[in-house]
């Protein structure tokens, strides 16, 4: 990991001007993040009221619903395929050995159940066949997000204005308001590029939070620079903003435009991804001007809503002021 306690960044969120850009420094070391609630404050997945037939179906390890094949002892105590490998073949319950008897008939009961989805105290009105519920609860909208911090491996999760809260509180996130932004990013060796994430500031616009990432990494052989923007939220309410992003110098510039990306896709598999803008090394240099051995790159974007033209149902950017 390389040292990034010599880099910079100044950042303006509503102009352009060099007067209007307050700098600071940040560092490669992880920000404390808070470990005793994983989950935001409201936002923790509630369960289906307990009925007699459900905690028959709980398994008593892992306190899951139980899914074929459910696994019993000769005793009749069941437990679920994944906590049977981990108990070293003997039942938790009554420690008789397990074996490989099936329990046919709870799942046959468990066939006939119609259940809430996991995260209807958070909003998710759907009931689902017993073994359909888990491939919705994958994809369900109402799920919880994780902390979309790529410094540290951050376990919180929990809906937008929580994890908005924490990245400020805990990650010490820097917070702007508005959908242009100017950054400019320092760093005094510019050649000590090893896979690190420089920086996540975070942007408040239309009534909704994007994340804009800037790091270095090494891209083959070759080390990169990059930026790009996600969204706080869900992909389809993604897809109606669009933001673009411009770096350059002594009469030449790069520019990037798209689609954020929501923040459901991990940080890692959008830079993977390279969706969005790359700056290889010695352009970056090239822009930092003076004898190439200081990097100073300074990246301008904007953020804006599409929206339907009433005339001609075309798509017309709506820039906030």
């Not at 992909?235 to 669009?242: H, L, V």
Request: glycine share 6%; proline share 6%.
């Amino acid at each position: 990991m390389m040292d990034l306690n010599t880099i910079e960044c100044a950042s303006s969120s509503d102009g352009l001007e060099d007067e209007d850009i307050n700098s600071h420094q940040f560092s490669s070391s992880t920000k404390p993040h808070n470990n005793n609630n994983n989950i935001g404050v409201g936002v923790t997945p509630g369960l289906p009221p307990a009925t007699s037939v459900h905690e028959l179906l709980e398994c008593p390890v892992c306190t899951n619903s139980m899914y074929p094949p459910i696994h019993q002892c000769h005793n009749g105590h069941t437990l679920c395929s994944t906590c049977k490998t981990q108990v070293q073949n003997r039942c938790p319950t009554c420690r008789q050995e397990l074996g490989n008897i099936r329990c046919l008939a709870l799942e046959k009961v468990a066939e006939s159940l119609e259940l809430p989805c996991r995260y209807f105290s958070l909003g998710c009105p759907e009931i689902f066949p017993y073994y359909s519920k888990l491939k919705h609860e994958a994809l369900c909208n109402f799920r919880p997000y994780n902390c979309p911090y790529a410094g540290s491996e951050c376990s919180v999760t929990g809906d937008i204005p929580f994890l908005v809260t924490h990245l400020r509180d805990d990650h010490k996130v820097d917070m702007h308001t508005g959908c242009t932004f100017n950054h400019r990013y320092v760093k005094s060796n510019p050649r000590e590029v090893e896979n690190a994430t420089w920086m996540l500031t975070v942007f408040h616009c239309f009534g909704q939070y994007f994340c804009l990432h800037f790091e270095a990494f090494q891209l083959g052989m070759a080390p990169v620079y990059m930026a790009f923007l996600r969204f706080m939220g869900d992909e389809a309410d993604a897809r109606n903003y669009s933001y673009s992003l411009e770096v350059g110098a002594n009469g030449r510039k790069l520019t990037w435009e798209g689609t954020p990306r929501s923040i459901r896709d991990s940080h890692r598999k959008v830079r993977d991804s390279h969706d969005g803008l790359i700056i290889q090394r010695n352009m970056a240099l090239f822009f930092s001007g003076g004898d190439r051995k200081e990097l100073k790159l300074r990246v301008t974007g904007k953020i804006w809503k599409e929206q339907p033209n009433p005339d001609g149902g075309v798509c017309i950017p709506n820039l906030c002021s």
